[in-house]
């Protein structure tokens, strides 16, 4: 018995050194022969954890398109994820007039996008007034720039060639770090995408179809650090330094390259064979890495908790398709799901300690609340937030006195005997272990769970497009300013995902109903961006939270250490969970900056 487990073992040792051994292999078959040896020193490679939708900037409704496109385009301004002071970048200085109702920016001189095109005040007038503004261009960037309980815009103002204003119809104390950190589009590149022909009627702006994945990469004009050399879908993306980046000298680092790696494992593998720079910590990585951290040439840095959420969430929507007069969601699944009854006896029911024992080897801490763990906004437990700590027993208390029932085999059924089932997805890949865990425990207090991990591509189209769809597992990227998620809780805006009305040109969804809740919170949220007083603001979003944890359209679960491998050769890093939590990017705000040992 004992020979035959060590042969087992055995076996399982030549199997992992066989994948490493092909890995490597592949690496050098993908690389060797189209790159010189000399940019092979000077290169980057990380991983990106998903493939992206689109290289539109506008358009983004992801992370992993944002991340991508992030790197060649900048706005007026950047925040330091260290200081958490803000800091210039297009713009030389600003100034508030007028008791903060105006907001002046003064550009630098002599910008020029990657293509030698000057980059102007015109520029940054186009980006606001002819595209974010636009109605008929959908984004979430419009929904966190709408002001006060009118939702009014900042009226944009050329002051001169180099000044350009932003009128707030009032206080607005998210203002300066919202509408300078937003990336500057080229006027010249997107202008002619928005002519409309006046004989075509109900016609879609050519913008809408404007730097898809199949654009030619040498159409995309950038004014970040890079421009993108190449993109191979779900393969990688190659990036090289802009030639007309105002920071002189800068990038150090001649070729920086994304390697699409879905599976968490693969990239590990990879990270472990040398193909990758830099690697995102599982809790389960770390006691196997933190041992060959020396002989393996690499530093793990622990940068605290996460920005960010990862939740299930229940299709709230009660309407119909108006093409098809079908419900978005069954009946009697909607009647479940909008009971919030239900949402709390599946919150008591997730045990999140074990996600965290199990799957994050004790290495994160249970989310309570839609606002980052780090951000000072945060409203403890220990300040009074509502938590909903392991107790399956209270799960089917509370379902029963709501009217479900057990069957003799124990299965949960509905006042009207419906027995209590649904599909849970998950993005294929970091999710699904969390999903299984989850499915486990609600298979205990009696319910039926479809667990399906797809692609994250497929998930997006559900929520965007057919809305059809029951739960899912999905996670959000944070930062310090609740005011960041205004779309999410916002009860039109383009990502309130739990009930989505209709966005752009849609017709509106027969039956669908926002509950008050949902305009609580939205109007918590208005509330919180006109305050300026940072006491007062703190105790808004601190009601806000409480309410979504009393309603429950997220269910939080956990939030791991941000935990990020980086090889010794790789100089000047300085992660941040507050520069981003999504994979490798924490490590890489300061890119730029970022120096390879010879």
Request: with cysteine; hydrophobic share 35%.
């Amino acid at each position: 018995m004992r020979k035959s487990i060590q042969k087992r073992a055995k076996v399982k040792q030549w199997k992992a050194l066989v994948l490493l051994l092909l890995i490597s292999i592949c690496s050098l078959l993908l690389w060797g022969c189209a790159i010189a040896p000399e940019t092979i020193k000077n290169r980057l490679v990380v991983p990106l954890d998903g493939d992206i939708k689109t290289f539109n900037p506008v358009l983004i409704q992801e992370a992993y398109s944002g991340i991508a496109i992030g790197y060649t385009l900048t706005g007026m301004l950047t925040e330091n994820p260290l200081t958490k002071e803000v800091e210039p970048e297009l713009a030389e200085k600003w100034e508030f007039q007028q008791e903060g109702k105006q907001l002046i920016f003064t550009m630098r001189p002599d910008l020029k996008w990657s293509d030698g095109q000057p980059l102007t005040v015109d520029d940054v007038l186009f980006t606001y007034q002819n595209v974010i503004f636009n109605e008929k261009i959908p984004n979430g960037t419009r929904d966190v720039l709408r002001i006060g309980q009118s939702q009014t815009l900042p009226k944009v103002e050329k002051l001169d060639d180099r000044r350009i204003s932003f009128f707030l119809s009032e206080p607005f104390a998210p203002a300066l770090r919202t509408i300078g950190g937003i990336g500057i589009l080229p006027k010249h590149v997107f202008e002619p995408t928005l002519k409309e022909d006046p004989k075509v009627p109900n016609q879609k702006l050519k913008f809408l179809e404007t730097w898809t994945l199949t654009t030619p990469v040498n159409q995309l004009v950038g004014n970040g650090p890079y421009v993108i050399q190449e993109y191979r879908p779900s393969e990688r993306i190659i990036y090289k330094p802009n030639p007309y980046y105002w920071k002189k000298g800068l990038p150090y680092i001649k070729q920086f390259v994304m390697q699409i790696v879905e599976s968490p494992d693969t990239a590990l593998l990879r990270f472990r064979s040398q193909d990758l720079d830099m690697y995102r910590l599982r809790g389960e990585d770390y006691q196997l890495l933190k041992r060959f951290e020396q002989r393996d040439r690499y530093k793990i840095y622990n940068a605290g908790p996460a920005t960010g959420q990862a939740f299930i969430m229940f299709n709230l929507n009660k309407g119909k398709n108006p093409k098809t007069n079908e419900p978005f969601v069954d009946p009697k699944k909607s009647k479940w799901f909008n009971d919030v009854i239900f949402r709390r006896a599946v919150a008591y029911a997730i045990n999140r300690e074990a996600i965290i024992t199990n799957l994050s080897r004790g290495l994160a801490q249970t989310q309570n609340s839609p606002v980052s763990i780090p951000s000072p906004y945060f409203f403890p437990p220990e300040k009074g937030l509502k938590v909903y700590d392991y107790q399956p027993e209270k799960s089917k208390e509370i379902l029963l006195q709501a009217g479900y029932k057990y069957n003799s085999e124990q299965q949960l059924l509905d006042a009207q005997g419906n027995l209590v089932r649904f599909t849970l997805l998950a993005p294929a890949g970091g999710r699904v272990a969390m999903g299984a865990q989850i499915k486990s425990d609600l298979e205990k207090i009696g319910m039926k769970i479809d667990f399906t991990p797809v692609d994250f591509r497929i998930i997006s189209d559900k929520l965007d497009n057919s809305k059809q769809w029951d739960a899912t597992i999905l996670g959000f990227t944070g930062g310090a300013e609740p005011n960041s998620a205004i779309n999410l809780w916002a009860t039109d805006g383009d990502s309130h995902m739990f009930n989505k009305g209709p966005v752009g040109d849609e017709q509106p969804f027969p039956g669908r109903e926002v509950a008050d809740w949902e305009k609580k919170i939205h109007s918590l949220m208005i509330q919180g961006a006109q305050e300026l007083d940072e006491t007062k603001r703190k105790a808004i979003y601190a009601e806000y939270q409480q309410l979504v944890q009393e309603q429950l359209p997220l269910i939080h679960l956990t939030m791991p250490l941000y935990l990020v491998a980086v090889r010794d050769r790789v100089e000047n890093a300085q992660p941040s969970a507050l520069a981003g939590s999504t994979g490798v990017t924490g490590a890489l705000w300061n890119l730029e900056q970022l120096k390879l040992k010879s």
